[in-house]
């Protein structure tokens, strides 16, 4: 019976190593590309109103 | 050749290989979003054929293609593929994809119904210097205002925002959770990608259409890197007790 098969290990979520350039220019690369969509939808918004357009 | 074959060429083929791609996933995972986001990926590969098309020839049905596919449909069809993904209230997401089914429809006969001046048509100038007429600014295009083009923006805000949005949401979540980097790193790159074509776009609005297939290319790229970044299995570090 010792070669009986034991539990089947859980799958495991990957985890981030601690990384402070990862830590610090992910959040930064996110903020600056919701800025970038805001204004995007911004100007494509005042197109429509046709201030621009 | 020039740019304005070269650059939507590779665009049309990396889109072809990158909805290729898609479809086989879906036909091994019957996941709703990887379906919507393939017929996504030909929709923007149809519009940037079509600039590729044109920096050859003239064809009516290919320039209101181009309209249809590039400049109103692919960021929509692409961010409902999203609202798939992202989404857990499926009846939702199915009434979201109704309202962009008929939306596609009502565009579709709009773009072809619009009369075209075709005589002001050059080969040598990317479709994005040449379609729009803008009467403030005195400039005759090839459509008319108004139209098709009065709403397309819609169409596109809701585009935009569901894929570049969803990619931020979900980076912002993977990365809180220190979880999966791999998804981190892919939905920066989505949410890059989503926004390049956007960007070249809102530009040739406002009067900037040099920027377009430029853009358009980049966008593309970007997205598959970011998918492909996403969907890569990555390793699991064990911790050696566990191995014992």
Not at chain 2, 50 to 77: D, K, P
Not at chain 2, 78 to 104: D, E, F, H, K, P
Not at chain 2, 150 to 161: A, K, R, W
Request: one cysteine or more; hydrophobic letters at 55%.
């Amino acid at each position: 019976m010792s070669d009986a098969p034991g539990p089947k290990p859980r799958k495991q979520t990957p985890r981030v190593p601690s990384n402070v350039l990862y830590e610090r220019i992910v959040p930064i690369a996110l903020a600056v590309m919701a800025i970038a969509l805001v204004i995007v939808i911004v100007i494509a918004v005042i197109g429509l109103v046709g201030a621009i357009e | 050749m020039s740019l304005s074959t070269i650059l939507p060429l590779a665009s049309t083929i990396i889109s072809a290989i990158f909805a290729i791609l898609l479809f086989r996933r879906y036909a091994e995972k019957r996941r709703a979003h990887l379906l919507v986001w393939g017929i996504g990926l030909v929709i923007y590969g149809t519009g940037t054929f079509a600039e590729f098309y044109s920096a050859q020839a003239w064809s009516a049905t290919i320039f209101r293609l181009w309209y249809l596919c590039g400049a109103v449909l692919a960021a929509a069809w692409l961010g409902q593929g999203t609202i798939y993904l992202l989404l857990r209230r499926r009846g939702v997401a199915n009434a979201l994809m109704a309202l962009l089914l008929v939306g596609t429809l009502i565009a579709a006969v709009h773009v072809f119904s619009t009369p075209l001046n075709e005589s002001l048509f050059s080969p040598k100038l990317p479709l994005s210097e040449q379609y729009a007429t803008r009467s403030a600014q005195g400039i005759v295009g090839i459509m008319p205002e108004g139209g098709v083009r009065s709403y397309s923006f819609l169409f596109n805000i809701f585009g935009t925002v569901a894929l570049v949005g969803g990619a931020l949401y979900s980076g912002y979540l993977f990365w809180r959770k220190r979880v999966m980097p791999n998804r981190v790193l892919g939905n920066v790159f989505i949410a890059l990608g989503g926004l390049s074509p956007a960007l070249g776009g809102t530009l040739a609005r406002i009067g900037a259409p040099e920027y377009l297939y430029l853009s358009e290319l980049f966008g593309v790229i970007v997205i598959f890197i970011g998918f492909l970044l996403a969907t890569r299995p990555q390793p699991v570090d064990v911790p050696a007790a566990q191995m014992a």
